[in-house]
């Protein structure tokens, strides 16, 4: 009971002394905004305003519903050229007051929650300008009300003469009211207690309900704050704390998280206490906030607050190249070399012997002296503030002259020899720095081109590297191209192509091809051929072939009659070259349409028989499809014995 005073007793202190919510708020229950391009135009619904509905810059006692407003009345008004919330073609409520105090605008709303406080706003302006009535205008004066549908007054706040501005200006009036836990629809009365004279004029803009929960403050690990910057390599589980201030009887809670910096939200699952413990992520921008409102109303998302957003930045780490070793032989060069990022924004710190400091990326050690030799630190920075160190450790050698020998040009699948000359002792690398052979000979077998390293010390300790490109070379890559087709006697292109490392190249057959030494001959076969294209690889390697059919269609000439009678000429009606069409069909019919032949696909002519009988002596029809896509083929077949 003693919780129940205080929260009343926070709600009547509220009511004395209109105010907005400085606790969590939730999304806006109503938001009257008057429409934008997406909802239709026109006047309030019948009875909300006494005020008559006009088009344009309203006379006294009149309104209209608009996105803009520009000249009213000799530009004595403020130009409005948007709402107050630049939604694209957002409207507003424009308003010439009539000239006596009068409610001007009533509205029942519905779908609140009880024993729930909330924020009622309102955006006002004044459109008067400063100069305009000589200077002193009537200044709009509103109450704002809100009853009971029985006309119990629940809370009444009024904002007094609003002043003109030199520039139009929008300000939010509002205040806190408390239904009771029965009390879900409540009654909005605004009136304007300014009397006649020049001015009394105005705009009104998104009219909202939304609830407001106690303040709700928010501690990470323990240390208060709604924000942190975290280096993606220093991530630990971190715990998100919220203290919630007193205004509920019987609270419920769910976290949610943003990752498009509140945009959208989602619940996160079983995160329902005032604390929620948070794992390692991606690098990106991480919004959490604490939704929170009574059980009785738990599955209605308009009755619950929203604490302000707790801001978790996990950063990309600083690059690292590794720990390096680099021997070099006294005079030589040394070229030092800091880690690279994706970003830009990084910044470098050296730190070595003999005082050596730097702050470009990659700082040249010259003339390299035995007292060069020591651990050289690079410290890389971001922006944002994370670091990582890399050690380099040098040492300085007397010089020897290290070589080698072996092939550096190799085909792909061949290995070879590549052997050491100079120095005693040998330490060999593939290019990602990793140690591979000790010994003065090394079999390598690379499918890729790639630089092996090689470190020759003698038995003073004097040292050389070398680096040793071996070049792979792959067969080419052959495409013959798409396969053709064409009407015999006619001709057509290939279309080869070849890509990667190639000496040259031939095609097969050569038989009616022009332009064989191209990679687009002119073909003109008699029958369907297969064409091969050959690329050789470079220095005598492998070779690569692909092939390409060109399908040869011949013309079509169906004889017009054919002789049946067994003596050995013309006893089969046969149509040549239609074999070529592998897809090709043959129907034939009576003068009644009826099919007496047909052969799907085409591979034999026709005997004169149907169902093995001769037919009569006459004239048949046949339809020929050739299966290509061209037009079908018609005509009649005389028939004699």
Not at 149 to 155: E, H, I, N, P, R
Not at 240 to 267: A, C
Not at 404 to 428: P, R, Y
Not at 484 to 501: C, D, E, K, P, Y
Request: aromatic share 10%.
């Amino acid at each position: 009971m003693r919780y129940c005073l205080i929260v009343l007793s926070l709600f009547f202190g509220l009511s004395a002394n209109a105010q907005l919510c400085n606790g969590s708020l939730g999304e806006p229950v109503v938001n009257i905004n008057f429409g934008n391009k997406n909802s239709a135009a026109g006047p309030l619904r019948p009875g909300v305003t006494n005020l008559g509905y006009v088009t344009g810059c309203p006379l006294d006692g009149n309104y209209s519903i608009v996105n803009a407003a520009f000249g009213c009345f000799g530009s004595s008004w403020h130009d409005i050229p948007r709402d107050h919330t630049g939604d694209e073609e957002g409207r507003f409520m424009l308003i010439n007051a009539t000239n006596a105090p009068s409610v001007f605008y009533v509205d029942t709303i519905a779908g609140l929650c009880g024993n729930t406080s909330y924020e009622f706003g309102a955006w006002v302006a004044n459109v008067l300008k400063q100069s305009s009535c000589s200077g002193s205008g009537t200044k709009p004066n509103l109450t704002f009300t809100i009853e009971t549908l029985s006309g119990a007054v629940l809370q009444s706040y009024t904002t007094g003469p609003l002043l003109e501005e030199a520039n139009l200006t929008f300000r939010q009036y509002g205040f806190l009211f408390k239904p009771d836990i029965n009390t879900t629809t409540i009654v909005l009365r605004i009136a304007n207690n300014a009397g006649a004279g020049c001015g009394n004029d105005l705009a009104i803009d998104d009219i909202t309900f939304r609830p407001c929960g106690p303040v709700m403050s928010a501690n990470i690990d323990g240390e208060a704050g709604f924000n942190k910057n975290i280096c993606s390599n220093n991530q630990t589980i971190m715990t998100l704390g919220m203290t919630v201030g007193p205004g509920y009887i019987n609270p419920v809670y769910q976290w949610q998280i943003s990752t498009d910096l509140g945009n959208t939200w989602r619940d996160i699952a079983g995160a329902t206490n005032t604390s929620y413990i948070r794992n390692g992520t991606n690098v990106g921008t991480y919004q959490y906030r604490l939704l929170a409102g009574e059980s009785v109303f738990a599955t209605i998302p308009t009755c619950r607050t929203a604490s302000s957003p707790i801001t978790i930045k996990i950063n990309n780490a600083a690059p690292k190249i590794g720990n390096q070793f680099i021997n070099q032989c006294i005079g030589g060069t040394i070229n030092l070399a800091g880690a690279s990022g994706s970003g830009g924004g990084l910044s470098y710190l050296w730190t070595g012997p003999n005082g050596f400091t730097s702050t470009i990326r990659n700082p040249v050690l010259p003339n390299i002296k035995s007292g060069d030799t020591g651990r050289y630190i690079v410290q890389v920075s971001t922006t944002e503030g994370c670091t990582a160190s890399d050690t380099i450790s040098i040492t300085a050698f007397n010089a020897i002259n290290g070589s080698f020998s072996g092939n550096t040009v190799i085909c792909l699948g061949d290995s070879t020899v590549l052997t050491a000359i100079g120095g005693s002792q040998f330490e060999w690398y593939n290019q990602t720095r990793a140690p591979i052979g000790t010994t003065a000979s090394l079999l390598v077998k690379p499918f890729d081109t790639t630089t092996y390293q090689l470190l020759l010390r003698d038995g003073a300790g004097c040292a050389d590297s070398i680096n040793i490109p071996l070049y792979v070379i792959k067969p080419p890559l052959v495409d013959a191209g798409p396969n053709r087709t064409i009407m015999q006697g006619n001709s057509i292109a290939l279309l080869g192509t070849i890509s990667g490392q190639n000496s040259g190249f031939v095609w097969s057959p050569t038989t009616n091809m022009q332009q064989q030494n191209t990679l687009t001959p002119l073909v003109s076969p008699l029958n369907t051929t297969t064409y091969s294209l050959t690329g050789y690889g470079l220095n005598g390697c492998a070779a690569s072939q692909d092939t390409v059919q060109v399908r040869v269609f011949v013309s079509i000439a169906p004889p017009n009659s054919f002789s049946p009678n067994g003596d050995g000429v013309h006893d089969i009606w046969l149509v040549p070259g239609l074999e070529t069409y592998p897809n090709a069909t043959l129907s034939i019919f009576n003068r009644d349409g009826q099919i007496l032949y047909q052969a799907k696909p085409y591979f034999e002519g026709w005997d004169g028989t149907y169902k093995g009988k001769q037919v009569p002596i006459g004239v048949y029809y046949y339809i020929i499809n050739r299966g290509n896509g061209e037009a079908l083929l018609s005509g009649s077949i005389y028939l004699i014995r």
